[in-house]
């Protein structure tokens, strides 16, 4: 629990109840604030007219959940939550995802694990490097940093305009 209610619940500012508004929210620093932060990825981007079982859902939320997850697992610091920072933007079709933690000392990589094939972990960052058009991370002051991707954004389904259609 890293709230002072004594509950495990993200604080989401601001509210994501309006289309096109960025998503914003603390999660705990735990495997729950994880999973929290994927699920709130896919009903922000599902109120943007992505159904769950879209692509561009699927990848987001797969992109949330590994970067989340490895904010708890290596960027860990007690009582410090999870940043999560969802940006659409229409016009260069584009899905910005920000997570931050308060560990600025250890630098993602994308290298090839050093563990066996059958491991079960040390491929995050690998996938997201697959599903990412570009990836990165930033410093935070006074203490932090971001790990950032950017996902294609494909025009909700049922929207586009069918030319053969009149």
């Known amino acids: 629990m890293n709230r002072l209610d004594g509950t495990d619940r993200p604080t989401v500012l601001p509210e994501t109840s309006t289309p096109g ?5 603390q999660f705990p620093s735990t495997p729950r ?18 159904p769950p079982e879209s692509d561009v859902s699927c990848a987001v939320a797969l992109v949330v959940g590994e970067l989340a997850a490895n904010a708890v697992q290596h960027g860990r610091v007690f009582g410090r939550t999870v940043g999560v920072r969802l940006t659409a933007d229409a016009a260069a079709e584009l899905v ?10 250890r630098r993602p990589s994308a290298a090839p694990p050093s563990s066996p094939p059958e491991g079960e972990s040390g491929r995050g960052l690998l996938l997201v490097d697959v599903l ?27 929207t586009t305009p069918d030319p053969g259609r009149r």
Do not use: N
């Open 21 to 25: 508004a960025d998503l914003a929210a």
């Open 33 to 50: 604030g994880a999973h929290l932060a994927r699920r709130h990825a896919v009903r922000w981007l599902e109120a943007l007219g992505h």
């Open 96 to 105: 910005r995802v920000e997570v931050s933690d308060a560990a600025g000392d």
């Open 132 to 158: 990412a058009l570009r990836w990165g991370w930033t410093p935070r002051k006074p203490l932090g940093k971001t790990v950032w991707a950017e996902l294609p954004l494909k025009p909700a389904e049922g």
